[in-house]
């Protein structure tokens, strides 16, 4: 894995965007959860900024995140349904699309998406790593996403395999 250095000259903020499905915001420290404990989160929200009225674009995955990455309403993205046939990430987004990664890309940042991907596969146009994102560590394919025990993650477009002997896949 490439750490990235970031001069102390940089005028530009860190970003790092956080989401999280089926996260309530009462589950967070922040915001006056007790039994459970987030000190890390905790931390960032206090020295961050903290969006408190952030809704999600659709009702299931791909479409939430489609909307997400390309910023758009949901009558209006690409992707308006999790597709589950599609091999190995979901319906791709178009390769001419207009991402955060991208925009972030032209803004002078490295980016990286860490987590669920499900808007294509390093083989088609969905590809992060062709959507603006340097890294990419994680699934492409929302429903292996499901597995705590995964057999493997992508790192770019190289299959990264774990040892979850006792993983299974639960699609």
């Not at 390309?70 to 990430?89: E, K, L, T, V, W």
């Not at 972030?104 to 940042?109: E, H, L, N, Q, T």
Request: with cysteine; net charge negative; hydrophobic share 30%.
């Amino acid at each position: 894995m490439t750490i990235i250095e970031v001069s102390a000259q940089t005028t530009q903020p860190n970003v790092i965007y956080i989401l999280c499905d089926d996260l309530g915001c009462g589950e967070v420290g922040y915001n006056g959860q007790k039994l459970i404990h987030t000190p890390e989160l905790d931390l960032l929200a206090d020295k961050g900024m903290r969006f408190t009225n952030h809704y999600c674009g659709n009702s299931v995955c791909a479409p939430s995140r489609a909307s997400l990455m390309m910023g758009q309403h949901p009558g209006h993205a690409y992707i308006r349904a999790n597709s589950p046939r599609y091999p190995d990430g979901q319906t791709p987004i178009p390769a001419d699309a207009e991402t955060i990664g991208k925009l972030m890309k032209r803004a002078g940042y490295s980016t990286a998406c860490i987590g669920k991907w499900g808007l294509g596969g390093f083989h088609n146009t969905g590809n992060p790593n062709k959507q603006g994102f340097d890294l990419f560590y994680g699934y492409t394919d929302q429903r292996k996403a499901h597995n705590y025990y995964p057999e493997y993650l992508w790192l770019n477009g190289e299959k990264q395999f774990l040892d979850n002997a006792d993983g299974q896949e639960n699609d």
